[in-house]
């Protein structure tokens, strides 16, 4: 059974109004769709990999810097946050070892469609929820 790929359109309630993190957030977005081309042109599971490859050193750089961002700002969630990272990065471990023991549009498709699925709720739900505490914070010392 085929997996459905579709693209991520940004749009504007995924913007938190916080420049280093929107633009993260389009950057991540951008490596999705670009992994999305290259499903439906049946690319080559190297190039494939790739992709991946940099869109995971990519997310956890952004994990990285948005947790240190909520640590800075004395955000009460930081730490549910940050788990949710875990999680998430537990998660797509679990899926990329999947890949490689079944690599395939299969188990890549079912991946896209993790990575996909994530970003937007996570934008919508988990980093909306630190946006307002943000804007009316004080700025750190």
Avoid at 43 to 54: F, S
Wanted: charged letters at 25%; one cysteine or more.
């Amino acid at each position: 059974m085929a997996t459905e790929i579709m693209k991520v359109d940004w749009v504007p309630t995924m913007e938190t109004g916080i420049a280093a993190v929107d633009q993260d957030h389009r950057d991540l977005v951008g490596m999705i769709n670009r992994l999305d081309d290259m499903l439906e042109a049946r690319a080559e599971l190297a190039g494939i990999g790739a992709v991946i490859d940099d869109l995971v050193a990519f997310a956890e750089h952004h994990f990285r810097r948005e947790e240190e961002m909520l640590l800075r700002a004395g955000y009460p969630d930081a730490a549910g946050h940050g788990a949710s990272h875990a999680g998430f990065s537990h998660r797509l471990g679990a899926m990329l070892a999947g890949c490689m023991i079944d690599p395939g549009p299969e188990s890549i498709g079912r991946l896209h469609a993790h990575l996909q699925a994530w970003l937007v709720e996570h934008i919508l739900t988990e980093d909306m929820r630190y946006v307002s505490f943000l804007r009316d914070a004080p700025p750190p010392p």
